[in-house]
């Protein structure tokens, strides 16, 4: 999870790289909606719309990319602690140029429609930490089941959705526990779960994501940093005794190298190699669970 530790380890890493925060702002800035993600093999022409989605807590704005043609399982995903913004539009896009019908949740939507932040924006400074960091400690376990309801409730609604095939959620960062409700919250749905570098996955508080893993029935994929490996090294074997328990497949694997944040391609540690390899990992995991 993005706190002050995290941080200080990006710091380090763009010292050792010769890039300063400002420095990086004004990168991010200047290459805003320029930035590109590998291309997609043989890549689907997609129908891209933006759409309010009634919840117990009012309306969430999100982003829904599908195949411009046919019935496709269905994808939600929960972005980081920056929420829904260009970077994580263009990773749905993506997912559904290789053929999935995909929901990006705006998850501060309770506070302000996205995006959140300006573009170049990072957690690493002050002022956007200031202005996320109440709305992100809003949300809580409650709140994370109530909204993975209504994005399956709205899928099940579209006409681009195949109702017959399970549905998949991908989460980063403080979207990692969201992925672990969501599979949780609709078990008979939900075929596949997937986080990347996420945060709060087995703790010691009696709302723990992992104390959900007996009540789910989606296969499982966790890419974690080797930074956060490094700073809660146990969480892996929790997760991986808990899923062998309850006789769930999962793929649990410490990215050499990462750092916590690496797979957006906006973020400032992002690791394209490293992050091309997780995605790839994804698609073999949907590949079969929501075939």
């Known amino acids: 999870m993005c706190d002050e530790q995290t941080q200080k380890d990006v710091e380090e890493f763009l010292t050792r790289s010769g890039v300063s925060r400002r420095k990086f702002g004004k990168i991010s ?32 704005d999100c982003y829904f990319v599908h195949p411009s043609t046919g019935r496709h399982a269905a994808v939600i995903i929960w972005p980081d602690i920056l929420g829904l913004r260009p970077a994580f539009r263009q990773m749905g896009k993506r997912l559904a140029q290789s053929g ?32 996320i960091m109440p709305m992100a400690r809003a949300l809580n376990a409650q709140t994370h089941f109530t909204d993975a309801r209504a994005m399956v409730s709205f899928l099940d609604q579209q006409a681009a959705v195949d109702t017959g095939k399970k549905i998949g959620t991908t989460g980063y960062c403080m979207g990692g526990p969201m992925v672990m409700r969501t599979v949780a919250a609709v078990p008979d749905r939900l075929g596949a779960g997937a986080t990347f570098h996420g945060g709060g996955l087995a ?20 890419c974690v940093a080797a930074n956060d490996d490094e700073k809660s090294p146990e ?16 793929e649990i694997e410490v990215y050499e190298g ?7 391609p906006d973020g400032q540690v992002y690791n394209e190699t490293q992050a091309e390899r997780a ?3 994804l698609l073999v995991l949907f590949g079969s669970a929501l075939a």
């Open 29 to 60: 800035a200047a290459i805003g909606l320029a930035m590109m993600l590998p291309p997609v093999a043989n890549a689907q022409s997609v129908t891209e719309t933006d759409v309010d989605i009634t919840t117990a807590d009012g309306v969430a």
């Open 100 to 131: 999935y019908s995909v929901l990006v949740v705006n998850p501060f939507y309770r506070n302000a429609r996205s995006p959140v932040v300006g573009e170049g924006a990072s957690f690493g400074q002050p002022e956007v930490r200031e202005h």
């Open 203 to 222: 703790t010691d508080a009696d709302n723990s994501p992992h104390l959900l893993i007996p009540d789910t029935k989606a296969q499982m994929l966790h």
């Open 235 to 250: 969480t892996k074997n929790i997760l991986r005794d808990a899923y062998a328990s309850a006789g769930i497949a999962a």
């Open 258 to 264: 990462t750092l916590h944040g690496w797979c957006p």
């Open 279 to 281: 995605w790839s990992r």
